[in-house]
């Protein structure tokens, strides 16, 4: 269980933060050869209700920035008391960003996580120009790389690619799913990568459940792999 009582926060946020019952789980991200770990997000996981239920709760009640504070004070927590070493993800919703103290307390507390922080954008609930200028400018300082999260899903298409200017670009399920025996799905999900790597973008294939998928994506050349098949949620 994540608990906030110790962080370096106003006392109105952690009042508010003090309200959740969350832990973190950690889903790896592969390289091609299917072994060798790249990353590893970080998974919400609330006790008391669904992560969609809750996000849902929040967003009604316009507390989704307690979430977002809750994601990064929280699974950096459960991220350091694992001991990993390797890029950590953190889901962040288009619509919110830290405010100066919160940034410096995060700073602060975790210390730099220039070159292994990954800041991943979600494809719901709308999208903040400002909130979208603020992550780029504090990405750019602090050496983290910015990744778009399901592309291909809810607000993830090419018009937030090209607001985030991304590192990397994680694409869904929806277009992966049953790929070997879709010609279709090839031949899209074939010009999106070559597409992103003209771009200098990584490529992740999310929601690998089967070796069929795994084995036609690395013959398209994606560069991380991220799903069931390869490893589960710990």
Not at 78 to 99: K, M
Not at 125 to 132: D, F, G, H, L
Not at 179 to 184: L, R
Request: charged share 25%; net charge negative; with cysteine.
């Amino acid at each position: 269980m994540i608990y906030f009582d110790d962080l370096p926060l106003e006392s109105d946020i952690l009042k508010a933060l003090g309200e959740l019952s969350i832990d973190y789980v950690f889903q790896p991200i592969f390289k091609a050869d299917g072994k060798t770990i790249y990353a590893r997000e970080a998974l919400m996981r609330p006790t008391e209700m669904s992560v969609l239920d809750l996000i849902d709760k929040y967003d009604k009640e316009d507390k989704l920035h307690v979430l977002e504070v809750a994601t990064f004070f929280g699974a950096m927590q459960a991220w350091q008391i694992r001991g990993y070493t390797e890029h950590v993800c953190l889901n962040s919703f288009p619509s919110e960003f830290f405010t100066m103290s919160e940034s410096k307390a995060f700073s602060n507390y975790f210390g730099d996580l220039s070159g292994v922080g990954i800041i991943e954008i979600l494809e719901y609930p709308y999208i903040s120009e400002n909130a979208c200028k603020y992550k780029k400018v504090a990405c750019a300082e602090r050496n983290l790389q910015i990744a778009i999260d399901d592309f291909g899903c809810g607000l993830s298409n090419m018009d937030l690619v090209e607001m985030y200017s991304p590192q990397i670009v994680k694409i869904d399920r929806s277009l992966l799913c049953d790929i070997d025996t879709h010609p279709e799905k090839q031949e899209n999900v074939f010009k999106l990568v070559q597409e992103f790597h003209s771009r200098g973008i990584m490529v992740v294939a999310e929601g690998i459940e089967r070796k069929e998928e795994f084995d036609m994506l690395v013959e398209m050349g994606v560069d991380l792999y991220q799903g069931y098949y390869l490893a589960m949620p710990e």
